[in-house]
C-alpha cells in the first residue's frame, strides 16, 4: 500500500483546520497509510491549539512566514515523505463516504496521478467537478482537492511562483497535459467554494489580470469582476460554472450522504 501524504495549508483559519484535521482522523481510523503536513504562515488565532488537539500519529508541522499559497505547498511537498500528496487545505474534508484505505489498494499512487471528483459548497448549492454530464474532459477540469500525485512529481515540477492565485490551475495544464493520468470514478473531498482562484472580487480579479495569461483569459476575468459588482456570488457561480460543474441543491447533497 502506498503511503499517502495530505498537505494543508493554513493560515489564520483555526476552525477550518480543526474541520481537516476530523476528516484526516476518520481516515487514520478506517485505516489509510498517511501522514498529515501542515503548513501555517504563523497564524494568530489559536493555531498550536488546535494542533495539540490532533489525536493521530504522523504529523509533520511548521509555522512560519511563507510568499503565498503556492509557495506553502511547495514547502509541504517538500516535507512530505509519502509516495503521493493530495493537498486539502484547512477547511477542506476528505468526502464522508470516500474511503482512503481502500482507494490506496485499488491504485498505484506512487507511480500514476491519480484524479477524481469533488464536491464543491457554495451557499444553497452543491457542485460536481468535473461535471458528470461530461464525457471528456482535461487536467484544468478537476480541482486540485481531488488530484493524488507522486511526491516525485511535484518536487520535479513545482507550482510556479510568478502566478500567485491561479498557479494551480497552470500546474495542471503544464504538468498533467504532459504526463499520463488516469480518473478514478469516485468523490475524494468537499469543501467550500470562495478561494482566491475562483473569487469574483475586484482585488482577487486585479491580482489574476497581473499575472501572465493571454488576453482573451484577461477579457473573461474582467468580466467577473465587473459582474461581481452587481451580482450575488452565488449566482455568478451558476453562471460561470454552468458547463464545468454539475450543480445540485445543498439539501440534495446532503441527503445523499445518509
Known amino acids: 500500500m502506498n503511503k499517502v501524504s495530505v498537505v494543508t495549508i493554513n493560515f489564520n483559519n483555526a476552525s477550518g483546520l480543526r474541520e481537516t484535521i476530523a476528516s484526516v482522523s476518520d481516515q487514520v481510523r478506517m485505516g489509510a497509510d498517511l501522514e498529515h503536513v501542515i503548513v501555517d504562515g504563523q497564524s494568530s488565532d489559536g493555531f498550536w491549539e488546535v494542533v495539540n488537539s490532533i489525536d493521530y500519529e504522523n504529523v509533520v508541522v511548521v509555522s512560519e512566514p511563507d510568499r503565498g499559497i503556492y509557495d506553502a505547498m511547495n514547502k509541504g511537498a517538500s516535507l512530505a515523505s509519502g509516495d503521493s500528496v493530495i493537498y486539502l487545505n484547512s477547511g477542506d474534508c ?36 468535473p461535471s458528470v454530464r461530461k464525457t471528456r ?73 497581473k499575472q501572465p495569461g493571454s488576453i482573451k483569459l484577461k477579457a473573461k476575468l474582467s468580466l467577473k469582476a465587473l459582474l461581481g459588482l452587481f451580482v450575488r456570488r452565488e449566482v455568478l457561480y451558476r453562471i460561470f460554472y454552468f458547463n464545468k460543474y454539475t450543480r445540485i441543491k445543498k439539501e440534495v447533497y446532503e441527503f445523499l450522504l445518509k
Request: charged fraction near 20%; hydrophobic fraction near 40%; charge should be neutral.
Open 137 to 209: 474532459f482535461g487536467p484544468r477540469d478537476l480541482g486540485h482537492q481531488g488530484i493524488f500525485c507522486p511526491r516525485g512529481i511535484l518536487l520535479q515540477s513545482p507550482f510556479d511562483l510568478n502566478y500567485p492565485v491561479s498557479s494551480d490551475s497552470v500546474w495542471k495544464h503544464r504538468v498533467m497535459s504532459e504526463r499520463a493520468w488516469k480518473m478514478a470514478h469516485c468523490v475524494s473531498s468537499v469543501f467550500a467554494l470562495g478561494g482566491v482562484s475562483n473569487s469574483f472580487s475586484l482585488s482577487d480579479s486585479v491580482k489574476i489580470i
Open 94 to 129: 476528505f468526502y464522508p463516504l470516500f474511503n482512503l484505505c481502500k482507494f490506496q489498494e485499488e491504485h498505484d499512487l506512487s507511480n500514476e496521478i491519480v484524479g477524481c471528483y469533488t464536491v464543491q459548497l457554495s451557499g444553497r448549492d452543491a457542485y460536481i467537478r
